[in-house]
């Protein structure tokens, strides 16, 4: 057991835990953070992805001792208000069924849209390929990114088109 | 066979049956209500002075949207501001009545017209109270958009304004409804903002007081029992509190999940096996084979039956496979419980609240009315959350522990300890006359039965057969017969039931005899569904005009007849009419057979029939969402068995549909002129996925294929 001093959306918290836990049990049940979901616990499905340093990482595959300083955003801490661009085309295309993996998805889809701000299909097929839904959002989900696209950078769809 | 039956059958809870229709039984006021500030007609609505609008769900939440179309059912018929309205769950407390089960796409077709009158009543008493302060006949007054509105005299209050004189009304017992008709309106879910900031509560984000975190070693064999376990490594990782047995296994709780799993992980236990220990897919796969050498029980014959293929011109004859299936349920099982010595509060994403209580009574000793199950959001349901097994787990390991307890499954342990859809093995043959018209019809099959297999008191046939026995085609001679084979593996409502796999069988099969026949497969369908009114298929009837009605739309939408495809392209049609639920859905699916025999679905044309949409755009949702589950188990899906365990664990070797699986999906729901009542959505669009796919391959590649899943290495060898 050791003290692991974490900055998570932007605060300072200090926790007590063994170093093999996984962030994604100190999040969930050492500071009642319960957005990030556990689905898998081996990294594959992608309930528990949140943003390390801004880059999309599975909270069940990185041990608390391994943060450091890294940032850690979760989908508590993606916006204020709930208003990310994303989170708003979620909301626009009634997105979620039964929701449970939807925190993971919009975290990577946060992340995916950085990286493409005008993502093609192909690109999104492979940006969100191992966020798993088992309701079926998968539709909605590539075009509430295609709408957080167009929300987000306005101007980008030219320069995107030019390609 | 297994403990779980046992379990099952001790508890005395099966006189429940399943299919019991589900009203609301109790419209009894909360204690709350007398004298309140807010108007409470009954146990589901609450108006606050403030003018929001409470409406308590009483059927749990999956991803089925039912918490929001509960809530649209009582505010339309009360005439809420819709961005006033919000929804609350009901726990079992008795004020609620019977919470029922939420499963079989019934809880639309089961409580609208129930819930309507729960907001008819509360409009009738804020109209009355309105019109005896404006002194004006009750009938001029109008309710809408969260307001009472008298015409002629101009005046209008709102709802909030209105509500004290109201509650001191007597609610009205047979409320007049509005005329309804056309469809509903498409609402956003009420859970969608919290759902996109992590802020919904799932049933594994309980936590209580407290609370210590279990997680339990099962037996890898179905019906194994605990020789003998050595807790001493285990109590020694940090954190670990409490190792004890129980019925399912070997508890492990500590402070926290990262604990109990670590101890579990040290954790070491010997296991008796028991007789399932030698169970194997392939020994499965030759006693269902064998088991058709014998006759089943015929559960549905027209004319001469299968007698009648020896009349016949021409014969055709094959054999379709299904697998064992998981669930998958995104989030796995999980239950938090807090068993006191008076009072248990249980706190599980379940579907069967009304199922289980005997049962919850029988394991706490406590009457109905100590015990309160409260129901936080589903991650997933699909008839896995309708079985009882993971909250009794937390009653049991709250009991021993005295203290809270959560107990979390891993996804190894939700893989490998699910109620399986049933593997099957159905032999068909098909006649044809001299004229190459379908004469006779002989579809045997068999199976374990998810009544048997769960102790339910209800014919063994009874969950097996939807989707054979209702085949809805006019054949002069026809036969269907069940052969039951029971399997030592535990078996369960997986979305659909036997309407998941059925009718990759029979629809296929048709599209067979239509070629054999020469006969375009979409326009023979129409051709023996003619006639009006409805059609008895076994027990129940099928309206011809609304099945048609469904075929027809996704022909003209889909270009059926003259679309051209490219080499190693085509589409097939299939439908279904859920009986169960009201509702009749027809598909035609698009796909691509690669050359490594991958097949992708590029497009499904899907058009339903429901009735009264109540939520048209949340309809169309759970089409999205049945097919995607339907595609996983065409393409992707398999249990297999090896020395009576369980192979796949986890993702990896239990693959499920990602992004790129996701067909471009388009829904046509068919428009009533008048009001017909709602049937069900959240199964419906799966039975037409794989046989659609299936007769595609076979339009693109001149391959049929028999067996689910249909992989590329099965297409390869076809
Ligand atoms: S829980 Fe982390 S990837 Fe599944
Ligand atoms: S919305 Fe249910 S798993 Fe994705």
Same mark, same amino acid.
């Given at each position: 057991m050791a003290v692991y001093t974490l900055s998570i959306n932007g605060r300072s918290r200090a926790v007590e835990a063994p170093e093999d836990m996984p962030l994604l049990w100190v999040l969930r049940d050492l500071l009642g953070m319960t957005g990030t979901k556990f689905g898998c616990g081996m990294g594959v499905c992608g309930s528990c992805t949140l943003h390390l340093d801004g880059e999309p990482e599975r909270a069940c595959q990185v041990p608390v001792a391994h943060v450091g300083t890294r940032k850690v955003t979760t989908i508590e801490g993606l916006s204020e208000k709930g208003d990310h661009p994303v989170q708003k085309a979620w909301i626009q295309h009634d997105v979620?069924?039964?929701?449970?993996?939807q925190p993971g998805q919009i975290m990577q889809a946060a992340c995916l849209l950085k990286k493409h701000p005008h993502p093609t299909d192909a690109q999104i097929d492979e940006g969100m390929?191992?966020?798993?839904?088992?309701?079926?959002?998968y539709q909605r989900i590539r075009a509430a990114i295609h709408t957080a696209a167009k929300a987000s950078a306005p101007a980008g769809p030219k320069k995107a088109g030019a390609k | 066979m297994n403990t779980r039956r046992d379990f099952l059958q001790k508890t005395g809870c099966l006189a429940l049956a399943f299919h019991v229709p589900m009203e609301l039984k109790s419209f009894a006021r909360s204690p709350e209500a007398a004298g309140s500030a807010a108007l409470e007609p009954n146990a589901f609505l609450r108006i606050a002075k403030d003018g929001t609008v409470t409406v308590w769900a009483t059927r749990s939440e999956m991803g089925q949207g039912v918490r929001t179309s509960m809530a649209q059912a009582v505010a339309d018929e009360l005439g809420a501001d819709w961005s006033r309205v919000q929804v609350q769950q009901a726990s079992s407390a008795p004020r609620f009545g019977d919470l029922g089960i939420t499963g079989g796409s019934q809880t639309t077709k089961t409580t609208f017209m129930a819930f309507r009158k729960v907001g008819a009543t509360a409009r009738e008493m804020l109209v009355e109270a309105a019109a005896a302060r404006w002194k004006v006949p009750a009938k001029e007054c109008v309710a809408l958009n969260g307001q009472v509105k008298h015409e002629g005299s101009k005046r209008g209050a709102a709802f909030g304004e209105l509500v004290e004189e109201a509650a001191k009304l007597t609610p009205p017992k047979e409320p007049t409804l509005r005329n309804i008709k056309g469809m509903g309106h498409s609402r956003r879910r009420l859970d969608g903002p919290d759902l996109v900031t992590g802020k919904a509560g799932f049933g594994t984000d309980v936590r209580l007081p407290g609370m210590l975190v279990a997680s339990i070693e099962r037996c890898?064999?179905?019906?194994g029992k605990v020789k003998s376990f050595d807790a001493a490594a285990a109590l020694k990782v940090p954190g670990v509190k409490r190792v004890f047995q129980v019925t399912s296994g070997v508890a492990v709780l500590g402070e926290h999940t990262w604990a109990a799993l670590a101890g579990r992980d040290a954790l070491k236990v010997e296991w008796d096996?028991?007789? @399932? !220990?030698? @169970?194997?897919s392939a020994g499965i796969t030759a006693q269902l084979a064998k088991r058709l050498e014998t006759p089943g029980k015929s559960v549905r014959k027209e004319g001469?039956? !299968? !007698?009648?293929?020896? &009349?016949? @011109?021409k014969r055709l004859k094959a054999a379709y496979d299904f697998p064992f299936l998981a669930h998958a349920t995104m989030e796995p099982m999980v239950a938090t419980a807090d068993v006191k010595a008076d009072r248990c509060d249980i706190y599980a994403p379940m579907q069967a609240v009304g199922l289980w209580m005997p049962m919850l009574m029988a394991a706490t000793g406590l009457k109905a009315e100590q015990i309160e199950v409260h129901i936080p959001l589903?991650? &997933?349901?699909?008839?896995?959350? !309708?079985?009882?097994d993971f909250l009794m787990d937390a009653v049991e390991c709250s009991k021993q522990a005295g203290v809270p307890v959560k107990v979390q499954w891993s996804r190894e342990d939700d893989m490998q300890h699910d109620f399986y859809r049933p593997a099957t093995h159905h032999e068909l043959e098909g006649g044809l006359d001299a004229k190459g018209n379908l004469a006779a019809w002989n579809h045997r099959f068999a199976g374990g039965s998810i009544a048997a297999s769960l102790g339910f008191p209800w014919p063994p046939e009874s969950t097996e057969v939807s989707g054979a026995g209702d085949l809805p085609y006019a054949i002069p001679d026809l036969e269907v017969e069940w052969a039951q084979s029971d399997v030592p593996v535990p078996l369960g409502f997986w979305r659909a039931v036997p309407a998941s796999f059925n009718p990759f069988a029979s629809e296929c099969f048709f599209d067979e005899l239509a070629h054999a026949a020469g006969k375009d497969p979409l326009a023979w369908r129409l051709e023996l569904l003619k006639g009006e009114g409805k059609r008895k298929v076994g027990q129940e009837s099928v309206d011809l005009g609304r099945l048609r009605r469904v075929l027809e739309t996704v022909r003209d939408q889909s270009g059926w007849g003259t679309a051209k495809f490219r080499k190693g392209r085509g589409h097939g049609v299939a439908a279904h009419a859920y009986l169960d639920c009201d509702t009749y859905v027809a598909q035609v699916a698009e796909v691509e057979v690669k050359a490594d025999g991958a097949i992708r679905v590029l497009r499904v044309i899907c058009a339903v029939d429901c009735g009264y949409a109540v939520n048209p755009e949340n309809v169309k949702a759970q089409m999205e969402g049945g097919i995607l589950y339907g595609l996983s188990a065409a393409l992707l899906g398999e249990i297999t068995l090896e020395k009576g365990r369980v192979v796949q664990s986890s993702f990896k070797d239990y693959p499920v549909a990602r992004m790129e699986h996701m067909p471009k999906v388009e829904v046509h729901i068919i428009p009533h002129a008048d009001f017909v009542p709602p049937g069900g959505a959240g199964e419906p669009g799966l039975p037409p996925l794989a046989p659609a796919v299936g007769n595609a391959v076979f339009h693109a590649t001149g391959k049929r294929l028999r067996s689910l899943p249909m992989t590329p290495e099965k297409v390869r060898q076809a």
């Open positions: 979620a069924q039964c929701g449970y993996c390929g191992e966020n798993l839904c088992r309701c079926g959002t | 890898p064999v179905f019906g096996e028991g007789p @399932a !220990a030698q @169970a194997s001469k039956g !299968a !007698a009648g293929l020896q &009349g016949a @011109a589903l991650g &997933g349901g699909f008839g896995r959350r !309708a079985m009882p």
